[in-house]
């Protein structure tokens, strides 16, 4: 076992920490810091600066238009980018769909969408869930007609992050008849801006907006935007998702969650001292930080491929890592006091009224957030999904 | 000792129940906090009676106790009422504390004309309801002037008059303001709850001293006392409505071909919600127990209430919450909005850590 | 509601707090205050105390003996006997066998067995668990094949508590031919002293000696023996389990626990103080007090037929019982520090020697009592079970 | 950075885990134990080189890290061993870091002649490793006199030798003493986990200084990194050992008609098991990867994982027992074993809150 970053890896965290200081525009940063949900402005200039760099696609490789980073140089640029409170790209094209395409799709798809993916042109979203299937993804009710070459789809999707800004969807949608529910569904690319695609905001509990309801009503998909094979669409989407089996650790979103939370505090004062001096929340503090280091290690067995059962493996890595999210927000809540009480409305996005005289520095966004992530449980399968999945590898030793 | 309701005390309960389903289900509630909240629910409330369901009959009350107002709170928890009724009990039961012609005077206002009294109390940067005031109280002529900030005032922009505690000569002051008067600047904000609260800047505000010194800890303590027999009552509705509609939505709503209700772990989970529930229903009543009691007795038992009702509250709703998946954090089902009051119930008036070190100090 | 005690019922406390100053013999508090598990001796000298005051069946009527109280009354004594540590009478007699005799049982056997229970003269122990059957106790194995109108009875019981110095058991055996399983069960009473009656003692985790396997090989039950109806036995276990719908709470046991574990943070210096005003312990403390206060009045509650569901609330109370007293042992626990490291044999009832020579006052029996107790989510319906039947009955809501 | 082990190092576990699995099951360990251990083992233990395994090939060791003694932990952790492997280790990686000519004398009596040794720190009322010894050691010629008590010193009764900490003029002193030497009162008993341990009297106990000061404090700081290795080591196979023996058993028994692992709560059980097994492999990782580092690094890495080890271990076993129902209560299944051992392990040298609260006092 080698348990230290090479000399070269070592470099490579100078090298992205010094570019992170200069480039990443600080209004972005102090945006980002907030718990808001990032406007889309902000998520394409950032990507913009990216790709200038090179760097807009640290898991792409080269061959596509990507770095062609190692695991461990993808783990330490997303670390130092979370650190220094860069906004998280919009995943759905770079770290889903794009791998699907540049994997499975025809030359065509590979020339007209990962350039655009790469420079922040165009952005996605991923139609998945319906109304009738969350954690069962395979029970999916939308239809891909056959029409000619084409496809006349369909159907209703549901919690479709960004829908409201996105210009592409890639689609799940049943074009085959089959036995197995899995069987039978398609992997299609869907132009948002088609007359037959209605988005309804979703209006969540923290008073934003970032999931959406997609209306899908006669929409003609041609022929060259069917990913891969027909009916084998169930295939593409588990690559898609076994592709990103750390994301949903949380690990560096953590960090500076924990951070963020350390400072909120530090800051507020009760009984004679700092929140963080009272013994019981600094030993709350100290227990929470034991398992997020431990939760980074757990992420770099991941990657070193130490784990003798990944699926396993990427389980046990959401469980912890929403727990320890949530373990944290729980603490900045709990350091906050009262102020977590009023809605205290993005003034970065909308007018400023109507907040109170007296709020603390962290407070806007921070309920909005802890909110927020109470979904931290639900999505990307649930916990008891993930726990179904341990059992199941369990039973097979 | 007979732990049952009698027969008045379950004929309100039904009544209340009844009332509030019908005429503030979740619909109607919607529309309702948009006016944040209209005045027309209150006009009901004061009609039926509740304010003065606990106050004494010569005031106009109804004569019923700390039990009739607990069974109030539970009813209007499971039906995520907003509104003033726990600002204005709170001070009601600081002026009966109080005493004096004044102060007798103003709990008749809140039991027979359905005057809505907010407490102006905590302050910026305070951790919750035993933080000794800042703000400042100075004679001026037969009245006084309060200069200070006042923080997370619920209810004041509905309420007639707040009771506002400021530090003077002899300790701590209560002393009653009207919010439109000049010599204060204010901010109303809704609460991520849907609940309003304000604050205020005090700058030489005329106020009228109602009870100062000890007796106005005492009044404070008080306030503490029925705040948190409301909190308590009301986080028992909160707990079984979330309950209640976690029940029903995993009894329809399917998934890999069965029902969620099939599955082993969700019911087991509701079956821990449930045991919570029991839980804090039992502290609710051992606090209930103290009402006569001496003053420590008592305050043990409202700072443990505090702490169960928050995080019971906290934790049966976001288990709720969970078992509803992706839908569950929308407006439109009301396990969101149950969680949103569970957690501000949780932090109103000081966090359960705040008030569980409170704990920890008697414990012996 | 009302929620004081009545003049009677303070006045009934006094009186039992007195006998216990006065009557309870000292050694036998002080031995029964460490965790070990009471001598057979101390049991019979304590019955035979409370059976010359009248006391020794708290919930029986006064028509077999008991002294006629209400539930309240009951409550107290338990209470004040328990703060006192008092041992807990062997519940298989008194509270077990005896209600199902007085209501089901012959003239004969009311006579025969109800006086020797409430003198302390005959123990009995209770054969219902088999080796197949846990929690699941419908499945039991035994068997009674009619011969005349006596009962030859075979089969294995296990987890037979005191077993090793009862007199008689009562027992379940299969002796009627049924559909369900729960039919065709009868209940038997059994001398030990029959030959074909054999205990083995279990080793359990504590090291310590309280439950038993014990084999049954034609045993001649006579049919004066057989309680009630044959067949009915299942009726009758209900109704005796039923009967104790507030024991598993163990909230008199826990306040004891509690007030032992105060005293154990006390004494125990921590860094320059106590471990009790260590303020992250205090504040655990503070929690767990909270949590007992209402499990007390959660079983006023169910005393005051405040339930609107006693079986569901039962089960409530057995889940937050165990799980209180859990708590309160691993405070005692966390406050001994790496004194619970030691086997501490129990020198009231062995040779002594191997004792370490520095052993804290309280640390003797502690660990074993902790360990012993971790069957408190197990015996009496797992909490696997408890939550089962609380879901039945919240789904018919 | 690449975690996975190298050739050897897996050729290491397989090894240890066949011996261990063959030679000490459960039957042959139950006997073992009896004997309180048996020198037999030890004798295979060492004739197998594993307690030179990470020590320098120039004292006689096979020149390993600390990855191979937690190999090596974990598969005896796994096994349920008990002896003075662990003990040996710590004082081993204490006289490592001692240096000087006696030292390195003693590191290859371990390394190459098994000799075994004990660590006599602890004292009666002490909390935890890091408590400063009260014992007292007086120049007496060329040597020491050692009076004071040493409470919970594991393994001494199987011990060659004990390191024994004393106080001072320049600090903590660490010294050689030879358990069976005059003036010396001791006192062997078990522990509830089967393993053995000591109480000492020192009275003018003729000690040997074999370093002090600040080296001495180094020396402890090295030894309680080893610790931490380790019972973190030890405390993965434990919790592995303890869900493999539960899986197991729910598959075979039977209630209400299914297998016990048939029921989804079980299942779901089982995974949180695996989960925090997850944890405590990674947090040991983590640990181990700061061999090299500085203090303060290492220092926080060894308490956290301490704290993890205690706890996952004690929390995975418990989850155990239950899962095992009435038959875990008994001494003749593993379950019981392997949950006292966690007990212990996480209460020796100072349990969680001890160590937590020193993590915590590093906190910035």
């Given amino acids: 076992m080698d348990f230290s970053l090479s000399p070269d890896e070592r470099a490579f965290r100078e090298e992205v920490r010094a570019f992170l200081r200069e480039r990443l525009p600080k209004d972005i940063a102090r945006r980002h810091a907030r718990g808001y949900h990032p406007p889309k402005a902000d998520l394409i200039r950032w990507q913009v600066i990216l790709h200038e760099k090179g760097w807009s696609a640290p898991g792409w490789p080269r061959e596509w238009g990507g770095p062609g980073w190692s695991a461990i140089q993808q783990f330490i640029f997303e670390d130092e980018c979370a650190l220094a409170d860069a906004p998280l790209p919009s995943p759905f094209g770079l770290k889903l769909v794009g791998p699907v395409i540049y994997t499975f799709g025809s030359d065509e798809q590979k020339a007209k969408y990962l350039p655009k993916i790469l420079s922040g042109e165009t952005f996605w979203c991923q139609g998945f869930s319906e109304p009738g299937s969350g954690s069962d993804l395979a029970s999916l009710q939308t239809r891909g007609e056959r029409d000619g070459g084409d496809f006349v789809v369909n159907g209703r999707k549901i919690w479709t992050t960004e829908a ?3 210009d592409m969807m890639f689609c799940l ?12 569904i398609s992997f299609l690319l869907i132009d948002m801006n088609d007359p037959g695609m209605t988005v309804r905001p979703i209006a969540t509990i923290d008073s934003g907006h970032t999931v959406n309801e997609v209306f899908i009503d006669d929409v003609r998909v041609p022929g060259r935007d069917l990913v891969g094979e027909p009916g084998k669409g169930w295939t593409y989407a588990k690559f898609l998702l076994d592709n990103e089996r750390t994301t949903n650790s949380f690990v560096h979103r953590s960090k500076r969650d924990f951070r963020r939370m350390m400072d909120i505090a530090r800051a507020a004062q009760a009984d004679g001292g700092s929140v963080l001096e009272d013994e019981a929340f600094r030993r709350r503090a100290a227990r ?110 | 000792m007979d732990l049952r ?46 304010p003065g369901a606990a106050l004494p009959e010569d005031a106009g009350g109804l004569g019923g106790s700390v039990v009739e107002y607990a069974i109030l709170m539970e009813e209007m928890g499971r039906s995520l009422y907003v509104g003033p009724f726990l600002s204005t009990a709170i001070c009601a039961a600081a002026l009966r504390s109080a005493e004096g012609p004044r102060a007798s005077e103003l709990v008749a206002q809140i039991a027979s004309n359905g005057a809505k009294v907010a407490l102006a109390h905590g302050e910026p940067g305070g951790r919750g309801f035993f933080d000794r005031p800042t703000a400042v109280a100075r004679g001026d002529g037969d009245g006084y002037r309060i200069s200070g900030r006042k923080r997370l005032v619920h209810d004041l922009a509905a309420a ?36 309003q609260a304000s604050d205020l800047e005090l700058d ?33 509705g909160i707990a079984e409505g979330a309950l209640s509609h976690t029940s029903d939505y995993v009894g329809v709503r399917r998934q890999f071909g069965r029902m969620l209700s099939d599955f082993q772990v969700i019911q087991h989970r509701l079956a821990d919600m449930f045991v919570e529930i029991e839980q804090l229903k039992s502290s609710l009543l051992g606090a209930m127990s103290t009402h006569g009691g001496g003053p420590l007795e008592r305050m043990r038992a409202a700072l443990g209430l505090k702490v169960l009702a928050g995080q019971v509250a906290a934790k049966v709703c976001g288990d709720g919450l969970h078992l509803h998946g992706g839908m569950g954090m929308t407006d439109e089902m009301p396990i969101s909005h149950f969680y949103r009051r569970a957690r501000v119930l949780e932090a109103q008036y000081g966090n359960s850590d705040y008030f569980l070190a409170a704990y920890a100090r008697l414990l012996d």
């Fill in chain 1, 164 to 166: 409201h800004f996105a």
């Fill in chain 2, 204 to 236: 030489g505000t005329p106020a009228e001293l109602i009870v100062a010194g000890d007796a106005a800890q005492r009044a404070l303590d008080d306030g503490f006392y029925w705040l948190s027999i409301g909190l308590g009552a009301e986080a028992v």
């Fill in chain 2, 160 to 195: 007639d008059f707040a009771l506002v505690t400021a530090a003077i000569a002899d300790g701590v002051g209560l002393f009653l303001v009207t919010p439109d008067i000049s010599g204060l600047a204010r901010r109303d904000y809704r609460a991520i709850d849907n609940g």
């Fill in chain 1, 173 to 184: 949608a049943r074009t085959e008849k089959s036995e197995r529910q899995q069987d039978g």
């Fill in chain 1, 288 to 397: 929470v930080e034991i398992d997020l280091k431990a939760l980074e290690w757990a992420v770099l067995r991941m990657l070193s491929g130490e784990v003798p059962d990944p699926s396993a493996s990427a389980s046990a890595l959401k469980l912890k890592g929403s727990s320890i999210q949530h373990e944290i927000l729980d603490l900045a809540i709990a350091a906050m006091g009262p102020d977590i009480i009023p809605f205290y409305p993005d003034t970065e996005q909308g007018p400023g009224d109507n907040l109170p005289f007296w709020t603390p520095d962290e407070a806007p966004g921070l309920m909005a957030q802890y909110l927020y992530r109470r979904a931290g449980t639900i999505y990307a399968g649930t916990s008891e999904v993930q726990r179904g999945i341990i059992y199941k590898q369990l039973s097979r030793r």
């Fill in chain 2, 5 to 50: 309701p009698n027969e008045q005390q379950s004929m309100l309960r039904d009544s209340a129940r009844r009332f509030l389903g019908e005429a503030y289900d979740f619909d109607a509630r919607r529309k309702d906090i948009v006016g944040n909240p209209s005045p027309g629910l209150w006009k009901v409330v004061t009609d039926l009676g509740w």
